[in-house]
């Protein structure tokens, strides 16, 4: 499971600012996350070969990401 949400336009992704559950994440390709500034938004990589295993107790979910307005 890939979750994919653009930057919303005119703003500026606040990097370091991915939580999953109130939890800061990386932006590191190869981590849980991601920015993928080229497509204007962030990916965050559910799926089982990523570095996080989800399960019935993470329920629900909630990824949250900072911006500032340009």
Known sequence: LIITD???AN???VD???RLNA???TN???GLDF???TANQINVDLSEGSTKILTPA???ITIT???TID
């Open 35 to 37: 920015s993928d500034f």
């Open 65 to 67: 990401f900072d911006v």
């Open 23 to 25: 939890v800061p994440q």
């Open 11 to 13: 703003t500026t992704f």
């Open 58 to 60: 993470d329920s629900p």
């Open 16 to 18: 370091g600012s991915i």
């Open 6 to 8: 653009p930057i919303p």
């Open 28 to 30: 590191a390709v190869d």
